[in-house]
């Protein structure tokens, strides 16, 4: 009973909008990732690592991965539908610049959408990515831009965000094992064209070993969201267990919900 009066204290509409941010959350993290592991799996050098088919989000005969070394160009190419083993439907090309791998010390990659979509969900914008580290470590202190970034739902709906965060890679000897701790802030406008931002109140952390299992938001760390017109939102993702519930506090008042239901 206690619960069911704070959902209604929360209003539907502030628990959408988390649910929103966390889905434009999702896609491009998830970009991070299949990008990633494109440029890992062609990676032949002494510091590459052994992807598990079962562990790879791009095991499937239906994806494309070109790399041009002579112009440092990797291309993800989905064509005109494949179908994930994460169970999503991509299109569209994955198109990454890089200097040097990312876990060499100033090495920057950029990563461009070229009409992407995921189950119909257009995804566009510029991500570019700098390792800050002075030497090889397994842990990668990185810059993370993200320009132009939107999502559009097949109703013409949009909604965009910018921003530029620090990122930490905890490289592992086992890829599953990798984890990404994200600080920073987030600009941009919903889907009704209001704007809203976002700080990062206490590091968000992203595990792979949770992403094989579908679950692409934050994990860990706590966030806090402003938007014109409605009060403000806090996030609390967990404890670090993988699953996709949050804790959203409106005016003092908390719900749980499922950030992927």
């Known amino acids: 009973a206690c619960e069911q009066e704070n959902v209604e204290e929360v209003a539907q ?19 991070d990732d299949i990008s990633f592991e494109a440029l890992e799996v ?31 160009v990797l291309t993800i190419d989905f ?3 494949c179908l994930g083993p994460d169970g999503k439907t991509r299109s569209g090309q994955i198109v990454i610049d890089y200097t040097r791998r990312l876990y060499w010390p ?13 189950d119909s969900t257009q995804i566009d914008g510029t991500k570019t990515f700098t390792n800050l580290a002075q030497n090889f470590q397994d842990t990668i202190m990185m810059n993370v831009t993200l320009v132009g970034g939107s999502v559009t739902l097949p109703s013409g709906a949009s909604a965009t965000r910018d921003y530029t965060r ?4 905890l490289r592992t000897l086992n890829p599953v094992n990798d984890e990404f701790w994200v600080e920073g802030s987030i600009s ?21 070993q949770c992403r094989l299992q579908g679950i692409y938001v934050p994990v860990d760390g706590s966030k806090f969201i402003q938007r014109s017109g409605r009060p403000d939102v806090t996030v609390d993702y967990g404890d670090g267990t993988c ?19």
């Open 42 to 72: 062609t990676d032949n050098s002494r510091f590459g690592r052994t992807y598990n088919a079962s562990n790879r989000l791009l095991n499937t005969p239906c994806v494309t991965i070109t790399n041009d070394s002579i112009n440092k």
């Open 166 to 169: 620090t990122r930490t890679w």
């Open 106 to 118: 100033g090495a920057t990659l950029s990563i461009d959408l070229v009409n992407y979509a995921v």
């Open 79 to 81: 064509g005109t539908g």
């Open 188 to 208: 941009g406008t919903r889907f009704n064209g209001n704007s809203y931002s976002v700080d990062i109140t206490e590091m968000l952390v992203f595990k792979r």
């Open 13 to 31: 509409e502030d628990i959408e909008a988390v649910e929103v941010d966390a889905a434009l959350e999702a896609d491009f993290e998830a970009v």
């Open 243 to 261: 699953d996709s519930f949050a804790d959203i506090t409106v005016n003092g008042n908390t719900v749980t919900v499922d950030l992927q239901d």
